[in-house]
């Protein structure tokens, strides 16, 4: 088949009426598929099973300072635990605050905490000031988009551009508004994108002028070792690059092993500098004796070095490498000579991001489902749930069985051409 947009309105019509019969068969098999979420399947679930017996069978369950995991303690994380992810975030174990299991929860109360008390001793607090506001470029995790809505944040949206977010609109915004307090950055395969951001982006974050004193870069490094190929994307050190041009305090960096051992069961963690995190870490004491010291010693133990933790990521690519592959070529076979449709292919992450052509995307979403097809709703990556010209939808291909996945990507794709169809023909 050839470009839709070349076609006549007969040509159009017979394509429309042969989908539809296809679709029609789609729809009585009662199907019931999910690509809604990202999350890791059994099968890479199952790599993380020996972690369970590491201590179980160990007489010592000391941290390497001496202190008794099963007991009170330690506030900030076991020494191991923060050795082991300074070096993932390349940052010194001073740098770093092991949380409890999810990075998520981290970033929902760092965001509290400055509503409440401000982001430093003698900030005004976020929550004192009538109206605040993030920058949140997208498509993006609708997740961080739910925190800045449940705490009245207004959310600027920004566009990504192929190597982060369009800066020059950042720097611009930024630089006027004094409201504007902080930014939300999926900086390494992003969600959804799967883009990584470029050096240039990451110096020009951490060197731009705010106008507020008290702006923050929220930076969400959740893909930072989920890599799908063997020349990974390279992210720049933001928190180095913040000293660099004399903005230390200005990020809040973010991660966990969700996506690397169990998802809920995993380790959150922070990273920032020592002034921050001696701030944050006064106001968590009131919240925590502290966290899971045996899931963190559990987890050290298990993987022992970032060289052993680089196998284990290799092992969960060779599982969801072929799913992605699969929804890659799906996209491809069906769409990609039809002037459509366009996506991304990422080189690691949870993701791949469809755009329809314009007006189109809730549409295919709720084709999709009527015919047994979960996908996240049309919108989700975006502030409000509005995708101002509707047409990103996100593909979450680790969950699937391959068999699954394929059936699942046909049906996709033949809404995908329906839905075009009749926009084309309206
Ligand atoms: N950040 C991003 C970008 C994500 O995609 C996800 C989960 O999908 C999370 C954070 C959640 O992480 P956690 O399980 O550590 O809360």
Redesign the pocket.
Known sequence: MSDFSTLSVSELKEIQSDLKGIYATYQKQGLNLDMS???PSPLQLDLSNGMLDVIQSESNLKASDGADSRNYGGLDGIPEAKEFFAEILEVSPKEILIGG???????HDTVMRAMIFGVQEGETPWGKIPKIKFLCPSPG?D??FSVCELFNIEMVVVDMKDDGPDMDVVEKLVAEDESIKGIWC?PKY??PDGITYSDEVVDRLAKMETKASDFRIFW?D??TVHHLTEDPDQLKNILTACKKFGNPNRVFM??????ITF??S?I?VMASTEENLSYIKKLISFQTIGPDKLNQLRHVRFFKDKDNLKEHMKKHAEIIKPKFDMVLSKLEEELSDKNIAFWHEPNG???ISLNTLDGCAKKVVSMAREAGVTLTGAGATFPYGKDPRDRNIRIAPTFPSLEELEKAMDILCLCVQITSVEKILE
């Open positions: 979420r990202g999350k299991n999810s990075s998520l929860n981290l970033m995790y997740r961080h999926v992003s969600n969400d959740a893909y973010f991660s966990s092993t969700s996506k998802a809920g995993g959150g992450g949870y993701f």
